[in-house]
């Protein structure tokens, strides 16, 4: 019997995924490294909105003093505004994280699951194979 690539599971176009297991470790690589871009576009994203609270904090005040009005009450009102907007910019990107990250896990499991019903596809063309061969042998010896 000949050894036939196309049966077997193999994927002759990927040079870089020679066998199943192979392309589960690249494709649980490749989300890993998503994983950590992931973090750190939210650290940065976190890194960006601190500053420019630090600066707009400042400038709520700054207007409000020119105006003459820095005690009038809405001051408070205008930086509570402020800071809540800054609040949830800061939950969207952690909701978003959150997403990315959950997808990743998610590729992560498909990529399992493919892995595993190729064992299992190659397993029971195995077993059928053996199963015809056996009766084969069978129906020779009686």
Known sequence: MAYNPL?????IKDPYGISPSQRLKTALNKTTMDRRNVGTGYDRQRY??????????PQIGERFISRGIYDSGLRKKALAQQ???????????ATAQNRAILDLALQDLAAQGQFTGERL??????????????????????
């Open 7 to 11: 049966s077997s599971g193999f994927n």
């Open 48 to 57: 960006d909105l601190g500053q420019a609270q630090k600066e707009a904090v």
């Open 83 to 93: 800071l809540a907007a800054f609040d949830r910019a800061r939950a969207e990107a």
């Open 121 to 142: 596809q190659r397993a029971t063309d195995a077993n059928s194979v053996r199963a015809a061969k056996a009766a084969e042998i069978r129906e020779a010896m009686s």
